[in-house]
């Protein structure tokens, strides 16, 4: 049964090789699977795909051989097709909007699955069924209090859910910045402090102490200075932060090329740091590093910047199995990550996007501006936001 994937990839064009069939026998000879399908399933791509280019081949040929893994949250290649060309949507009076049916996240997920499994043509415009330009629960396009978007762009940035596949860009280390006023303002993340062994002259404690030796020279050394500063960088991507790809960009860029710093780790999230946050933007199981290992790993001694736009449905926020990927919930709610975040880094700041005139149209933006002090991104948005890590002024 094993071998049949092996060869199968090989036949659909994926590079597997045999160290990596024998990685992937190790790990399950040491349980790394957890004896169950959808272990088996990450465990087997993390061995042996070695690009993301390979990820959707080796989903359908194990699918042809295992019948896939969480299956019953995807959609069909038929359901993505009713959903293009959406119906343009004229809007609701508030009258209708007040009448909405608000649903809890199971009752919202039962009734998506009773819905698929009953749906047999395209709708649009309507209130039930999975479709486009209405205002039903399911779908893209229109306009729903509690709804869960079915492929399709996100206008409202008030999704409870989404369901489709997760696939973000990377924020790139190699923008060229037209604004070098931003690298500027990063140089205040120096903080230089004497570090280490005494190995520099210092000329003018010499010149004195020879002095009080009566001319007799004696040689004074001192410990080099060095930047103490340890920056720790947690970065929103996808969805409502697509827009703002090149400015967070550059603002990676300039981090990767402030070579003064002690010490510089980034990591990714989509709306909301959970249990887990990621070393690549793919959000995929294998690049999840828990947010507990963070608190252990990065003591108070480092600074914490976080980048996004804070918009996402109150309920992602505020309430336990909130991710707006079911297939990611934890019960933890998002809100008390973040205050966990706030309260074990002795110095923090949120740095957002949008211009300071939008943050007050969502709701989640004013109650992360409880939690940490949050600025613009620009120029003099980043000043500000260094001046908090590094000055006086301890975050909120």
């Known amino acids: 049964m094993f071998l049949d994937l092996f060869y199968k990839l090989r036949e659909h064009g994926v590079p597997v090789a045999v160290q990596e069939w024998m990685m992937l026998m190790r790990a399950l000879a040491l349980g790394q699977h957890g004896s169950g399908l959808s272990g088996f399933y990450h465990v087997a791509r993390c061995c042996l795909v070695k690009s993301e280019v390979y990820f959707d081949t080796f989903d359908a ?19 993505m097709k009713w959903l293009e060309e959406p119906k343009d949507y004229e809007g ?13 996240r199971d ?13 047999d043509a395209r709708h649009d415009g309507g209130g039930r069924w999975i479709g486009t330009g209405g205002h039903s629960p399911f779908g893209h396009g229109g306009e729903h209090p509690t709804g869960i978007r079915v492929g399709g ?43 280490g062994n005494p190995e520099e002259l210092d000329l003018d404690e010499t010149i004195d102490e020879t002095c009080r030796q009566g001319g ?10 060095r930047n103490n500063v340890r920056l720790l960088l947690l970065m929103d991507v996808g969805g409502s932060m697509d827009p703002f790809f090149r400015p967070v960009s550059r603002l990676l860029t300039a981090m990767h090329e402030e070579r003064g710093l002690r010490d510089f780790r980034s990591f990714y999230f989509h709306n909301c740091p959970y249990e887990n946050v990621y070393s690549e933007p793919q959000l995929y199981r294998e690049y999840a590093v828990p947010t507990g290992d963070l608190l252990r790993r990065f003591d108070e001694r480092w600074k914490l ?16 199995y909130g991710n707006i990927d ?20 002795g110095r923090s700041a949120w740095v957002n996007p949008e211009p300071v005139k939008a943050w007050d149209n969502t709701r989640t933006n004013t109650l992360i501006r409880r939690v940490f002090p949050m600025y613009e991104l620009t120029v003099d ?13 301890k975050a909120a």
């Open 305 to 320: 910047l976080v980048v996004g736009d804070a918009a996402m449905h109150p309920h992602e926020l505020m309430s336990g």
């Open 216 to 225: 007799e020279i004696d040689l004074v050394f001192r410990a080099q200075k």
């Open 107 to 119: 009752e919202l997920l039962q009734r998506y699955l009773e819905t698929l499994a009953e749906q």
């Open 92 to 104: 609701m009076t508030d009258e209708q909007r007040a009448m909405l049916e608000e649903l809890s």
């Open 153 to 195: 762009p996100g206008g409202g940035h008030s999704a409870m859910k989404t369901i489709e596949e997760r696939k973000y860009r990377a924020y790139r280390t190699d923008e060229t910045l037209d604004l070098r006023n931003t690298k500027v303002a990063l140089k205040r993340l120096r903080q230089l402090t004497r570090l």
């Open 61 to 79: 040929v194990f699918a042809s051989i295992y019948g896939g893994v969480e299956g019953e949250l995807e959609v069909t290649e038929e359901l």
């Open 326 to 345: 079911p297939r990611m919930e934890t019960e933890t709610a998002g809100i008390v990550w973040l205050q966990r975040l706030a309260a074990h880094f």
């Open 381 to 393: 948005g980043i000043e500000e936001a260094v001046a908090a890590l590094i000055g006086a002024r």
